[in-house]
């Protein structure tokens, strides 16, 4: 079964940093194409950041520079890295993983993504 576990968000200045985790279970993260998305309050869902299953990172505008999206084989997991945050960062931040091996286009479709985990809250104050 497939499982995946955010955690590390939290509350940060302005300019601080946060590193999101997310722990899957049930396969191999080294396998698929794993991103993360967040939704702020009142807003609909966004695409942030995509590891694809060769490697390549892809990031959305907003984010390109300041977060680093990785994933470690030995622990299963995937990290979001955020630095000099911004208040427009606030949102619940989540995981996924891609329904096959492979996300199509830069894995921004939010359709290609059949796994997802609860989310954990960044909040970013100026």
């Known amino acids: 079964q497939v499982q995946l576990v955010e955690s590390g968000g939290g509350s940060v200045q302005a300019g601080g940093s946060l590193r999101l985790s997310c722990a899957a279970s049930?396969?191999?993260?080294?396998?698929?194409?794993m991103g993360w998305f967040r939704q702020a309050p009142g807003k609909e869902r966004e695409w942030v950041a995509t590891?694809?299953?060769?490697?390549?990172?892809t990031y959305a505008d907003s984010v390109k520079g300041r977060f680093t999206i990785s994933k470690d084989r030995a622990k299963n997991s995937l990290y979001l890295q955020m630095n000099s945050l911004k208040p427009e960062d606030i949102a619940m931040y989540y995981c996924?993983?891609?329904?096959?091996?492979?996300?199509?286009?830069?894995?921004?479709?939010?359709?290609?993504?059949?796994?997802w985990g609860q989310g954990t809250q960044v909040t970013v104050s100026s």
């Open positions: 590891i694809h299953s060769d490697g390549t990172t």
């Open positions: 996924a993983r891609s329904r096959s091996w492979y996300c199509s286009g830069s894995g921004e479709r939010s359709t290609d993504f059949g796994y």
């Open positions: 049930g396969y191999s993260v080294s396998g698929y194409c």
